[in-house]
């Protein structure tokens, strides 16, 4: 009877369309809702819980007093080598071909969770390929996306694709409201199910414009190039966090919230230059940078079921961690070939197993230049390829390479940890990825203009 009952149960898994008895259906609701959110050039020193001080944040700081507030999250230093990762678990070494590209021979969360018997949505900013039938190919069944089959403005009066199909507005709309009420009517669409959706905000990005919010909000203007100024972007974290409010008000409304795992991170530094007070410090965005500044970001999770009071954690965790996450909180197989570690049992007051030591190749592709950034580090000390070593606790701007003094027993027992990481990653790289960019002249001229469907009217 074990052995029927368990085969029965793997074919229920594996087939979401079998018909469910009564206690298979109740094992399936168990699985948790899952909502991906990323904030877009929004670093750390954002969210007034890790100790912002120029920004009100009072819904993300609200998830954190009550979930599980992460300190140590790196990412990329840009948003398509961070997207690449975060989709595929995979590191850039390993599949990242230029700027603006998701190699379709790629398997991303949205393939896997939708394999899981997952309704799967995305909406907000795509910049991943400008295919009409992208985010299907990658496993979303519904979006709603800037920057997909082209590049209008995002903010007042945007432009958007339904389901690859192009739809501009023109009457005092707020791109990033549009998007969220997409975000919301998936959710109420599929409350009875488990769903995951991947929220990818256009927020906080500049152009620096006003939010509806803003009191010199206009809301007739049509380009990107208008009302810019460094004071909105106060305006636009503002606006950003309650869009995350409005999500989680929803949640609550449909009476869903309790078994939905809420993820909020960022996917870069803030905008270069952008200041900031950060624990009684002037601290300036570093997106580009590969210091501190570019690649950390918020990382708050919510999941009432689970998590039942608030933490703080230490654990080092990277972009390629949320795959295997997610896919373990749903019940699905993550690939073998991902480079990422769970942090569920971490997320569930187990302590899992924390990484040692982050990695990354980077390579931001945006012009015809192969130069490459690898390093590793860990809580305290940083190694580039090539020699270059800092201790991250006395100097996070990495102003002084310590590669050539006389290091403590610490200091060299942790390069040789690092570097032993780096060499496992030294033959990683497909060299046909290298030419297939080269060869496709990405980063030379512009790439014309592909066919658009027909916009709805």
Known sequence: ?????????????????????????????????????????????????????????????????????????????????????????????????????????????????????????????????HEADSPQHFGFEESCLWQQTRRPPRYANPGLEYNGVEKDFSHGEYGPTLVNDFALSFIAKNKEKPFFLYYPMMLTHSPYQPTPDSPDWDPTISSENKQQAPKHFADMVAYMDKMVGRVVAWLDEL???????????????????????????????????????????????????????????????????????????????????????????????????????????????????????????????????????????TDSAEKQDLSATTLSADASAAKARLLAALDRYKDARPTELDREFEASGKGREKPEKKARKKKQK
């Open 1 to 129: 009877m074990k052995f029927f009952l368990g085969l029965l149960s793997s074919f229920v898994i594996l087939h979401p369309s079998f018909p469910l008895q009564p206690a298979f259906a109740r094992a399936a609701e168990a699985r948790p809702n899952i909502v991906l959110i990323m904030a877009d050039d929004l670093g750390y020193e954002c969210i007034t819980a890790n100790g912002g001080e120029s920004y009100q944040t009072p819904n993300l700081d609200k998830l954190a007093a009550s979930g599980l507030r992460f300190e140590n999250c790196h990412v990329q230093p840009l948003c398509t080598p961070t997207r690449v990762q975060l989709m595929t678990g995979r590191y850039n070494v390993r599949n990242y071909l230029n700027f603006g590209t998701l190699p379709r021979t790629e398997t991303t969360f949205g393939n896997l969770m939708k394999g899981a018997g997952y309704a799967t949505g995305i909406c907000g900013k795509w910049q991943l390929g």
């Open 255 to 393: 009476g869903i919230r309790d078994n939905t795992l809420l993820i909020f991170l960022g996917d870069n530094g803030t905008g270069a230059g952008t200041p900031s007070r950060f624990k009684g410090m002037d601290v300036k965005g570093g997106k580009g940078s590969t210091t501190a500044s570019g690649t950390h970001v918020p990382l708050i999770v919510s999941w009432p079921a689970a998590i039942k009071q608030g933490r703080v954690s230490t654990d080092l965790v990277s972009s390629t961690d949320f795959l295997p996450t997610i896919c373990a909180a749903a019940g699905a197989k993550a690939p073998e070939n991902v480079d990422g570690v769970s942090f569920l049992p971490q997320l569930k007051g187990d302590p899992g197993t924390p990484r040692e030591w982050l990695y990354s190749w980077y390579s931001p592709r945006q012009s015809q230049d192969l130069t490459v950034k690898e390093y590793a580090f860990d809580h305290r000390f940083k190694l580039y390829r090539g020699g270059r070593f800092y201790d991250l606790s």
